[in-house]
Nanobody
């Protein structure tokens, strides 16, 4: 079983930046996609950014141009660089990895809280 551990969340003022990291417990073969989701209080979990195995990326409209997803295969880690943060970005951020051996929903981390103050 693969464990994913997110880190890098915290409290930041509007306009600030944070970098989230998601480290897998081991190398994952046959990765199809690595992504970040978020869930704000009272809202459904939503896709923030995803990187497909061919390195193509997709971003939610609300974060495009401000957030950047990247990965380091040698470290089994995916990152989310978040800039120009607004209070609307406040949420728990979850890492997700889908592979040929995972369930269709993929592997999930426990989440890391991001709070943006105005």
């Amino acid at each position: 079983q693969v464990q994913l551990e997110e880190s890098g969340g915290g409290l930041v003022q509007a306009g600030g930046s944070l970098r989230l990291s998601c480290a897998a417990s081991r190398s994952i073969a046959g990765i199809r996609a690595m992504g970040w989701y978020r869930q704000a209080p009272g809202k459904e979990r939503e896709l923030v950014a995803v990187m497909l195995n061919n390195a193509l990326t997709h971003y939610a409209d609300s974060v495009r141009g401000r957030f950047t997803i990247s990965r380091d295969n040698a470290k089994n880690t995916v990152y989310l660089e978040m800039n120009s943060l607004t209070p609307e970005d406040t949420a728990v951020y979850y890492c997700n990895v889908k592979s040929i051996s995972s369930a269709p929903t993929g592997y999930w981390g426990q989440g890391t809280q991001v709070t943006v103050s105005s």
